[in-house]
């Protein structure tokens, strides 16, 4: 049975977890600025503490893939690469809001077919980075950026129910939350746990990355913030 260890530094929660055959054994998470480089190879070390495995039992290294925070997803795939080329093991990547989408469904509830899944990851100011499943977590608008206004997701909130959530959801809270088919779900926040679903189905499926030239998925530019003098 795979022993996969997941990290997700895409956002402002540093998490990894622990999986075997697809449950979680163990997970630690934090959720504070700018603390994936202090935090992230610690809980690491912890986890496996914690699960009286160590780095030789790992199948793989599950690692969320991004869109999100650039230094934060540069941290998280530099440290599984560097886990998978010193232990010979297999790279999977995920992508960050399709991880979302499928830990939310498992997590808080059972759906009807007519509801869709809007994860939603801060991009700075109105803007978010987001995407739309249905409840077979097929996609039905594809990762892109989006300035949120009154009349985003009209189309769709016309005959279906949409769940937002992530912290891209919580600061859009008062615009989205006037349509009546909307969810706002604003303490609902990413963590290493909604990688596992997907991670495992990778690894059956022996979808690997090369170790030595992936890359993190930005889908913007990075765009460095003035010094404050």
């Not at 759906?111 to 100011?125: E, H, K, Q, T, Y």
């Not at 909604?194 to 690997?208: I, M």
């Amino acid at each position: 049975m795979p022993l996969i260890l997941q990290i997700e530094t895409a956002t402002q929660t540093c998490s990894v977890a622990l999986a075997q055959d697809g449950k979680v054994l163990q997970s630690i998470q934090k959720t504070e600025k700018n603390i994936h480089a202090s935090y992230l190879t610690l809980f690491i070390e912890e986890l496996l503490k914690k699960s009286e495995r160590n780095y030789q039992d790992l199948s793989a290294v599950a690692v969320s893939m991004g869109p999100g925070s650039y230094t934060g997803l540069r941290i998280g795939v530099s440290t599984a690469k560097g886990l998978c080329y010193a232990l010979d093991i297999p790279l999977i990547a995920v992508n960050t809001l399709e991880a979302m989408a499928a830990g939310f469904k498992q997590k808080c509830f059972s759906v009807n077919g007519n509801s869709l899944f809007c994860p939603m990851i801060d991009a700075r100011r109105m803007e978010v980075y987001h995407a739309v499943f249905d409840d077979r977590l097929k996609p039905i608008a594809e990762t892109a950026a989006k300035i949120i206004d009154e009349e985003s997701f009209n189309d769709l909130l016309r005959d279906h129910k949409v769940y937002f959530f992530g912290d891209g959801a919580a600061k859009c809270e008062e615009l989205l939350g006037k349509n009546p088919n909307a969810r706002v779900m604003d303490d609902y926040l990413c963590n290493a746990d909604d990688l596992t679903f997907l991670a495992l189905k990778k690894f059956n499926d022996h979808d690997f990355e090369d170790v030595a030239y992936f890359e993190p998925f930005y889908l913007k530019d990075f765009v460095a913030g003035k010094k404050k003098v």
